[in-house]
């Protein structure tokens, strides 16, 4: 008898599909990776203490607290708090200064950014492009104290603005006592100090875009902001949607320490928001509950329109954050 196997027994040895590799368990994957999960541990401890555990306190929206009693409120009083904000005149000129300030934000600090990368990327000397992009950083790193006491000295009657202003024989504005100038200020020193770090992000995508295209591009015959047009702003899309829908996120917690620090009872009519009005009512009058029922609404304002702007962006454009 032959000791070979028989042909169709070969055959189906052959075609058996080979033995899948066992899964590992998580307990088997944190032993062989346990240096790199350990990095994670400092940020989702901060994230835990000082984002998940604080929402707790939100229950007090619901409850009358008073300071020194029970930390999550004396007894149930439902939804008074949101009735009595929602009756309040004096909470919805604020939110409508919000969403003004926050409009106008979102309209010229997210372009910025995206124009200031193109135009670096168009830059061929190097050593100008680095000059450029650290002096375009340094605002970023200023500290909010310090950028109001900036705009307070550039806009005070005795300011360079004011001076220059006067040498061509108009009369000195008081700038941050006039309702009137106190949007344009905010705005514009938010673009000063946001757009140069902005860039960081878009030029880091930039680089990812084949320059095959730009090859292909210039062959069919298109000009410098043709091939901006069709190559650039097509390859950095993902990243502009991204954090066009992380803006939106916050599009309602426009800046509170600055605001807070350039403001005035003269300019509240146009500066006061939503976070300055829950400073003044939630700490300075001792209204927390009342506090936590408007920051609750705003978070809630907040959390829709990032899910509608994640969805309508994965309907039109096809890039969504999840």
Do not use: C
Not at 173 to 180: A, N, S, T, V, Y
Not at 279 to 294: D, T
């Amino acid at each position: 008898m032959s000791s070979t196997q028989p042909l169709g027994a070969a055959t189906a040895a052959g075609s058996r599909p080979a033995r899948r590799l066992r899964r590992r368990t998580w307990r088997q994957a944190l032993r062989r990776d346990w240096r790199l999960y350990s990095l994670a541990v400092a940020p989702l401890a901060f994230f835990a203490v000082f984002r998940y555990v604080p929402m707790l306190g939100n229950v007090i929206a619901f409850r009358w607290y008073q300071p020194g009693g029970n930390l999550f409120g004396e007894y149930w009083v439902g939804f008074y708090y949101f009735q009595e904000f929602w009756s309040d005149p004096s909470f919805w000129h604020v939110f409508t200064n919000t969403l003004v300030l926050g409009l106008l934000s979102l309209l010229f600090t997210f372009p910025a950014p995206v124009i200031l990368a193109l135009l670096l990327n168009e830059v061929r000397s190097s050593r100008f492009k680095r000059i450029v992009q650290s002096i375009s950083y340094l605002p970023h790193f200023l500290s909010v104290v310090v950028v109001a006491g900036i705009i307070i000295q550039l806009t005070s009657t005795t300011g360079p603005i004011d001076q220059m202003l006067g040498h061509l024989g108009h009369a000195p504005i008081d700038f941050l006592q006039q309702p009137g100038w106190f949007r344009q200020i905010y705005v514009s020193s938010e673009v000063w100090q946001t757009a140069g770090w902005g860039t960081i992000l878009y030029l880091a995508a930039l680089t990812t875009i084949d320059s095959q295209l730009y090859e292909q591009a210039r062959i069919d015959g298109a000009n410098r902001w043709k091939q901006t047009w069709h190559v650039t702003l097509p390859g950095i899309r993902p990243t502009m949607v991204t954090l066009l829908i992380l803006n939106i996120g916050t599009f309602m917690a426009v800046g509170f320490e600055k605001i807070l620090l350039i403001y005035n009872p003269l300019t509240y009519s146009t500066g006061d928001v939503i976070s300055t009005y829950l400073y003044r009512v939630g700490v300075q009058s001792g209204s927390f509950s009342y506090a936590a029922a408007i920051g609750l609404f705003e978070s809630l304002i907040g959390l829709i329109l990032v899910v509608s702007a994640n969805f309508i962006s994965r309907r039109v454009v096809g890039t969504s954050l999840w």
